[in-house]
């Protein structure tokens, strides 16, 4: 696989939007990101995952998949190895790392309209909160 292959699956995934992050491009879902190329250059996509995701992954696969390097990694940041990766591991890498994202933003979601709702703060009219 290569940066273009990543590029084509990430954007394949649903309401995957592309934008700029230190001129490379990062991939996101609800405004939040799941996946970038920043480190192309060095042959490999980068994943956000879960510590137990990342785990998981870079058990069955070392050759393909390793935790970013320092802090990164240690919350789950992960490389995978474009040219080491067939089409179905990097699609279920990126499924992956996505459906986290998506997850994550229906949870942070959910928190915040029950705490505005608690709160009273709620614009019946708009939904959204009052100041």
Known sequence: M?????????????DVE???????PAFRVGGRKFASLASQAG???NLML??????????E???IFLPIPGGWGKMGHTYIRL???SEDVLTGALRTAWKLRID???KTSRKKTDVAERSGVIDEKRGKRRL
């Open 50 to 59: 879960t510590l137990e995701q990342q785990a998981g992954f870079v058990e």
């Open 83 to 85: 040219a080491a990766a």
């Open 61 to 63: 696969a070392p050759e």
């Open 43 to 45: 042959g490999y996509g």
């Open 18 to 24: 592309e934008y700029p992050h230190s001129r490379l």
């Open 2 to 14: 290569t940066a273009a292959d990543f590029h084509r699956i990430a954007l394949s995934l649903e």
């Open 104 to 106: 994550k933003n229906a």
